[in-house]
C-alpha cells in the first residue's frame, strides 16, 4: 500500500477539500502547494503523479492529530523519516481518539476477524518480542473501515 493510497482514502473518508489538506500539512510542520497536494492526490497512471514520501505523509497525520485534538504541551511533534503501517495506524488511533475496541469493531466491519492480543502487538516496540509488523492488507481493511463508519453512503 502507498502513501498515495492512505492520502487518498483518508480525504475520500473525511471529505476534505484541498485547503483543509494543505492545512493539515501546515498544522504538521510542513508548507505545501495545492499543485503538490493535487500530484499526490492522481492515480499512478496520471502523467502529473507524483509519490509522497513518507516525511510528508508523517506531517499530513501529525497535522490531522492536532486537528483532531488540540495542539499539546511541549515540543512539537517530529516527522519521522521513515513510516511504517504500524506507526501510521497508531497516529490514526491517536488522531481519531480510538481504543483498541473501536479499532477492532472498525475491522469487523469489513469482515477482519483479529484478536485484541493481535492489536496491540500492532502498537508494541519493534525490540520487544511480541512486536508484529502490520501488512497492507489489515491497513487497507482498517482504511475501509473507517470510510464505512465516517462516510457510510
Known sequence: MTNN?????????????????ITLFGLGGKTV???EVSDWLKREDDPDYKGIYDKELAYFLNGLIIDRRGKREGDEPVAEKTLTNNMVLRKLKIAL????????????????QISKHEISAFFRKPTQPQYRLLKDQILRNFLRGLQIKFRPN
Open 97 to 112: 481518539d480510538m481504543k483498541d475496541d473501536e479499532i477492532l469493531e472498525i475491522l469487523s466491519s469489513v469482515n477482519v
Open 5 to 21: 493510497d492512505i492520502l487518498r482514502s483518508l480525504r475520500y473518508t473525511f471529505d476534505f477539500s484541498d485547503d483543509k489538506m
Open 33 to 35: 502547494t495545492r499543485a
